[in-house]
């Protein structure tokens, strides 16, 4: 490349090519961003909702059915 003019154009052509590569990755970690805040979002609802199933199930009281394991056998055995 010994001619100014080429020279120049290539420049030109590689910069522009920089340019096109840097606004795709911005578009690019934007939809990042995006996704990953919406997926915060849902995994704090997620959390909130397991919290209070588990103050539910906390909060339950027990059934006066004894476990199998507990219940004497029938009286044939």
Do not use: W
């Amino acid at each position: 490349m010994t001619d100014p003019a080429q020279a120049v154009q290539y420049c030109e052509q590689a910069i522009e090519d920089l340019q096109t590569k840097v606004a795709f990755q911005e578009h690019t970690i934007e939809l990042l961003n995006d996704a990953l805040t919406s997926q915060q979002h849902q995994i704090e609802k997620l959390e909130r909702q397991l919290r209070h199933v588990m103050d539910k199930v906390k909060a339950m009281q027990p059934s006066g059915i004894a476990k199998q394991s507990e219940e004497t056998p029938p009286p044939h055995y």
